[in-house]
C-alpha cells in the first residue's frame, strides 16, 4: 500500500487527480491540506481526513508521497519542505518557476534518496497513446512531421491581463503538456525555432506559440494559440507513405468537467466519430483510407507507474533529465517574448 498526502483542495486535486486515485486499491489517500479552508468548494470525501496544518501532513509517518496541487509559484517551497522532512514528492505542472529552483529540488533529492517527479498525466492522453500506435505500425512510412495543436477560443483569458509575467504564460501553462508529450516519445531535439507571441501587443501575457523541434528529417510543431474559433487538428503526422489525422482531444478533461468520473465504464472513451483517420499507401502501393479506433487514456496510470518506483524500485518514468529540458524549452520560449 501507497500512502499518500495532497498539499492543496482546489481544483487540480479534485479534478485531476483524486478521481483515478481513489480508484486504486493498492493507494491510500490519507490527508489533504487545505490551505485556505474558507475557500473549500469541492465535496469532501469521508475516508479522508482534511487539515489546516501542514505539520500534520509533513511529520505523519504513515504518508510515504505527498503531492504538491498548488499553484507553481509555491512548488519549489513545498517540494522542499517535503523532501526535508523524508517524503516522496510529485509535484503539479509546470514542475518550478526556474530551471534553476528543479535543478536544485532534483539535488535535494538525490541527496536524501528519495523520488520527487513532476505530474505528467498528459503523456496518458487518449489522442496521443493513438498517434503514438498509428507510428508504431509502421503504416506511415518513415515519419517526416508532425504537427500537434492545443487550441482554445478563449479571447476573454488575455484581454484580461495587463502586464507580463512570465510564470502566469499561456507557454508556461500549458506548452508543459505538449513539449513533454513530444519529449517522451521523440527524445531531445537537436534544434528549436520559437515563435512565441503577444497577440493583443507587448506588454500582455503570450496568448500563441508555435515551436519547431528537428530530429535530423523530422519535425515536430507544437502550436497553441487561445483565438481559435474552431480548432486545428489534435494530431497530423506525414509519412514517407501516409497521414494520419486525430482531429478530437483526449475526452478525459470534457468528462471530468461534467463530473463524469472514472468509475463509469465508458469514461474519456472516444466514440466512433472522433476516431482518426489513417490514409496510406501500401507494399503494393494500394491505396488505404481506414478509421483508428483510439486508445484509452487514464491519467491514473501516472500514480500505477510511481507505485511501481516507491514500493518496488522500478526506474521512474518521467525522467529528471526530460523535465529539465522542459524547464529549459519554456524559459527560452518566454525570452522571445518579452
Known amino acids: ?85 523524508n517524503k516522496h514528492v510529485l509535484v503539479e ?76 504564460s499561456f507557454l508556461y501553462g500549458h506548452g508543459c503538456h505538449t513539449i513533454d508529450q513530444a519529449i517522451s ?19 500582455r501575457m503570450n496568448d500563441y506559440f508555435d515551436l519547431d523541434l528537428y530530429y535530423d528529417t523530422l519535425k515536430v510543431s507544437i502550436k497553441s494559440s487561445y483565438f481559435r474559433l474552431k480548432e486545428r487538428p489534435s494530431f497530423v503526422v506525414y509519412g514517407k507513405r501516409g497521414v494520419f489525422v486525430k482531429h478530437t482531444k483526449d475526452r478525459q478533461e470534457e468528462h471530468l468537467k461534467l463530473f463524469y468520473m472514472p468509475d463509469q465504464p465508458d469514461f474519456g472513451i472516444d466514440l466512433p466519430e472522433h476516431y482518426g483517420t489513417l490514409t496510406y499507401l501500401d507494399e503494393n502501393d494500394q491505396y488505404h483510407e481506414e478509421k483508428v479506433v483510439s486508445e484509452r487514456g487514464d491519467y491514473g496510470r501516472v500514480y500505477d507507474q510511481l507505485y511501481e518506483v516507491i514500493i518496488n524500485g522500478a526506474d521512474k518514468q518521467v525522467k529528471d533529465e526530460e523535465t529539465m529540458l522542459q524547464m529549459h524549452i519554456l524559459e527560452k520560449g518566454m525570452e522571445e517574448c518579452k
Open 93 to 168: 505542472k509546470p514542475f518550478m518557476m526556474t530551471s534553476e529552483e528543479a535543478e536544485e529540488i532534483y539535488a535535494l533529492a538525490r541527496e536524501k534518496g528519495l523520488i520527487v517527479q513532476c505530474y505528467q498525466n498528459r503523456r496518458f492522453d487518449s489522442d496521443f497513446l493513438t498517434t503514438q500506435k498509428v507510428i508504431d505500425s509502421g503504416k506511415l512510412g518513415e515519419v517526416l512531421e508532425v504537427e500537434m495543436h492545443y487550441d482554445y477560443f478563449r479571447p476573454e483569458v488575455p484581454e484580461s491581463s495587463r502586464d507580463f509575467q512570465y510564470y502566469n
Open 185 to 203: 516519445y521523440f527524445g531531445k531535439p537537436k534544434k528549436i525555432h520559437y515563435d512565441v507571441r503577444q497577440l493583443l501587443g507587448s506588454g
Open 1 to 85: 500500500m501507497l500512502t499518500i498526502g495532497y498539499i492543496g483542495n482546489g481544483k487540480s486535486t479534485n479534478r485531476y487527480h483524486l478521481p483515478f486515485v481513489l480508484q486504486r486499491e493498492n493507494i491510500k489517500v490519507k490527508t489533504i491540506y487545505r490551505r485556505n479552508p474558507s475557500n473549500d468548494a469541492w465535496k469532501k470525501h469521508d475516508q479522508i481526513y482534511y487539515s489546516s496544518n501542514l505539520n500534520e501532513l509533513l511529520t505523519d509517518p504513515e504518508i510515504q508521497l505527498i503531492v504538491v496541487c498548488t499553484t507553481h509559484s509555491s512548488h519549489y517551497e513545498y517540494a522542499k519542505m517535503a523532501l526535508n522532512h
